[in-house]
């Protein structure tokens, strides 16, 4: 049997594999909330424009309300071979109401269509997932009020550079966290933009009115040449890389958190809601949420890869080749979610080793930069100079096996004669953490600062 929805041309149906390769319905049925919602605003303007009758429009938007519970129901019977949401959906209603279903696809072409529907979808998507970053902000801005004090070293290279507040390093997620849900907001900006009208490609005969069906559906307004209306796909790689700017700074995060509940840094220790045990070794408890987090960038940048590949090269307006923008973003889309709530789930549950990290602090001469500062600031000593007078300190130390504060003060006059014993205020780690008062820098003072900020910032 020919297809009953553009079938007149054809006289035999398609071959199963070629009906395999072509339906969508297995996942595209995933927006049909979004295909009704365009259908009815549709059939709402083609009624006020005097394109089809009022008791059609009607007859239409009540079959299609129905629908939409039945499918919500799981009462809908999906069919490969009428092979998408929109062909589906329409069938369906013909079946209802008979003539009047007809009607709706007066001045609408599947291309206008899928390409709403994708739009509602995606800002959809967008609308959860800063829903998702803002709760995953609040978790982190609490812990880092708790741990405004708390002392850890500050890494570069993955080696000991200078002693920070864990606060501080929290506070470094929120503001990533903070780019990536702007940089959401600013794609949906462009998503919000209607297709419908754009017909298949060129526009359409019928006196539509598109600002209409564009203001009920919630859109700034109608996209302003059909062609590029239906054949644009760039909403979802911009949609996509903002994700996988968001996934990797959440990888990040992971990763860090990985390292650090391993029991030769042992600085955390996630909770067991989110840790998992090994099926031989009893003592193992594995950061298996982190890990998993740390990997999911693989497949939302794959999807973003995959998605700009599928558009290279493809001439105006729309190719099938279209249809391969869904599965991909569904799955991206779903992950970073997942990842998010995953990640909120283990801040909240997470407790820091106070003593441990203050311990870390101290090691590899961290506050060797605040002696260099001592030595320019009270000697006025030449930058270059006291880093080099620093560097024999540091030398010293490490050949007596101790501690820049366990240093006597014989021991470092010996490399400068001229250092008094005033010296050991900023060799603690507290010290150093305390001094670093400039803006953006990491004393208990500015986190606290910042926590406050962030707070007002979230409540909003
Ligand atoms: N399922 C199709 C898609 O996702 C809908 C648009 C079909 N348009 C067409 N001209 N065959 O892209």
């Not at 600002?211 to 307004?221: H, I, S």
Request: aromatic share 6%; glycine share 6%.
């Amino acid at each position: 049997m020919s297809n009953r929805m553009w079938g007149g041309r054809f006289a035999a149906g398609p071959d199963a594999i070629m009906e395999e390769i072509n339906a969508s319905i297995g996942y595209d049925k995933r927006f049909f909330r979004q295909d009704i919602a365009g259908s009815i605003a549709h059939a709402n303007m083609l009624a006020a424009t005097g394109i089809i009758s009022k008791d059609d429009k009607n007859s239409i938007t009540a079959a299609l309300a129905d629908l939409q519970k039945d499918i919500e129901q799981n009462k809908f019977n999906f069919s490969r071979a009428l092979e998408d949401i929109h062909m589906n959906i329409e069938s369906a209603l013909a079946q209802k109401i008979g003539d009047p279903a007809a009607r709706l696809h007066t001045a609408r072409s599947r291309n206008d269509q899928v390409a709403t529907d994708f739009r509602l979808y995606v800002r959809d998507v967008v609308d959860l997932l800063v829903g998702q970053i803002s709760s995953l902000q609040i978790a982190l801005v609490k812990r880092a009020d708790e741990e405004a004090e708390t002392i850890m070293p500050g890494f570069t290279h993955l080696q000991t550079a200078q002693p920070v507040t864990l606060g501080h390093h929290l506070l470094a997620y929120v503001e990533m966290l903070s780019r990536d849900y702007h940089r959401f907001l600013d794609a949906r900006k462009r998503i919000n933009i209607s297709p419908l009208g754009a017909a298949a490609l060129a526009g359409t005969s019928f006196p539509i009115d598109r600002e209409m069906t564009a203001k009920e559906l919630g859109f700034e307004k109608p996209a302003a040449n059909s062609l590029d209306a239906v054949s644009d796909r760039d909403f979802v790689i911009e949609t996509l890389s903002a994700a996988s700017i968001c996934a990797m700074h959440l990888s990040r995060f992971a990763e860090e958190l990985v390292i650090w509940s391993t029991p030769q840094f042992g600085f955390v220790r996630l909770s067991d809601r989110f840790s998992t045990g090994s099926s031989i070794m009893p003592q193992k408890r594995n950061p298996d949420a982190a890990e998993l987090i740390r990997a999911k960038i693989g497949r939302i940048f794959g999807a973003q890869v995959a998605m700009t590949i599928v558009m290279k090269g493809l001439p105006l307006t729309y190719s099938k080749d279209m249809q391969e923008d869904k599965e991909g973003a569904f799955d991206a889309f779903d992950t970073l979610s997942l990842s998010l709530a995953a990640m909120t789930g283990m801040v909240d549950d997470i407790s820091f080793n106070r003593p441990e990290m203050e311990k870390a602090a101290g090691a590899g001469f961290s506050t060797a930069t605040d002696l260099a500062d001592w030595l320019v600031r009270t000697l006025n000593m030449p930058f270059r100079d006291a880093h080099h007078v620093t560097g024999e300190i540091v030398a010293l130390a490490e050949k007596n096996q101790c501690t820049l504060e366990q240093l006597s003060i014989e021991q470092m006059q010996s490399v400068e004669n001229n250092i008094t014993p005033a010296v050991f205020e900023v060799l603690g780690v507290k010290n150093s953490v305390n001094s670093r008062t400039s803006y953006g820098g990491t004393a208990p003072k500015n986190v606290r600062e910042q926590v406050k900020i962030w707070q007002k910032i979230l409540k909003g």
